[in-house]
């Protein structure tokens, strides 16, 4: 056996016979929640030890007056809304995307921001409106596109934008979540913030964070190093912060120049997530001189469910699971879905039906 596959091995070993005080670790990241459900982690796990997904897959969070506003677009005379495959699928007040376009609506789907590029230049007769979501991950590929539209002189391009950022929502969770004692950090969004975005949280309000991959290996050693610092605090008052174990793609400064390309073309904002309503300075928006590209975006205040008995809001702050709401798995799946945790494949009750996720 090798060195690795000793330790992973006894990683699973002590994952499983641990019987100490419950302690309950939340993925903020919907990869994460997707990789776990993928590699089993949450079925090796002590009956003591808890895994929540928490609110971040950007599809999830996306309020229903977004899509609502971009069904109102798709409908209007010359516009076309492009988008990725996993929004086209989200429910707004009556209807998504995907309906809207079964009724005549011009809606397109494409593989990256860039391809409305070749779109606009295309078809310049028409306005298209990219439906630019997402967090710290991909708002740099957002303002690539803003880049390469100015210095192309490309003028029908809008976008109407519902960006986020990690800080705020995890400062939200510390003070409204329920029984949260740490964090397992998403690594593609540290691989451009840094990792030391999450040290004034840690300070704070004293949790750990462990900045994970998304190998079945690297994750399990983020996980397991997480929930050691959590007894390690509980025992001895020390806390380890932020721990990086991601160390192949992330470092602690980030990087620079993505995140001065953001800085550019938008600044902070006040943000609605869908579930849990306007969380301050959580989100992005376009700065002053590039509002030319915006399509409406300030105008988003609306946030309502499809079907009022879905738990989606609940799921999303970690204080409950899938399996408790009353729609799951029976009116609510993946080809029928009354909430935006089972649209995407990286939503918490998507995950927990395909993968059938117990904790």
Known sequence: MTDISHKISQIKKWLAAYDGPDISIMEVCGSHTAAISKYGISGILSEKLHLISGP??????????????????????????????????VPGREKSLAEAK????????????????????EHPDRRFVFAAVGFETTAPVYAVLLEQLVAEQVSNVRLLTALKTMP????????????????????????????????????????????????????????????????????????????????????????????????????????????IGVIAGSGRKLRAEYAKFDAGSDHLTEDHKKNQACRCDQVLMGKALPGDCPLFGTVCTPMNPQGACMVSEEGSCHQYLMYHRTR
């Not at 506003?69 to 996993?86: A, K, N, P, Q, Y």
């Not at 079964?102 to 230049?121: F, H, N, Q, T, W």
């Open 56 to 89: 971040g897959c950007p599809v999830c969070v996306t309020p229903t007056g977004y899509i609502d506003r971009l069904i109102e677009l798709s409908m209007e005379e010359h516009t076309t809304v492009v988008t990725f495959g996993d929004l086209i699928r």
């Open 102 to 121: 079964g009724e005549g609506a011009s809606v397109e789907m494409v593989y990256s921001p860039m391809d409305i590029v070749r779109l606009a230049k």
């Open 168 to 275: 705020p929502v995890i400062g939200w969770l510390c003070e409204h979540g329920d029984g949260i004692d740490g964090f397992l950090a998403p690594g593609h969004v540290a691989a451009v913030t840094g990792s030391d975005l999450f040290v004034p949280l840690a300070d704070q309000y004293h949790v750990p964070f462990g900045v994970a991959g998304f190998g079945a290996e690297e994750l399990l050693l983020a996980v397991y190093g997480t929930f050691r610092a959590v007894e390690q605090y509980r025992d001895s008052g020390v806390l380890s912060g932020v721990k990086n174990y991601y160390p192949s793609v992330v470092c602690a400064q980030g990087n620079q120049r993505a995140k001065k390309l953001v800085d550019t073309y938008f600044e902070p904002s006040d943000a609605l997530w869908r579930g």
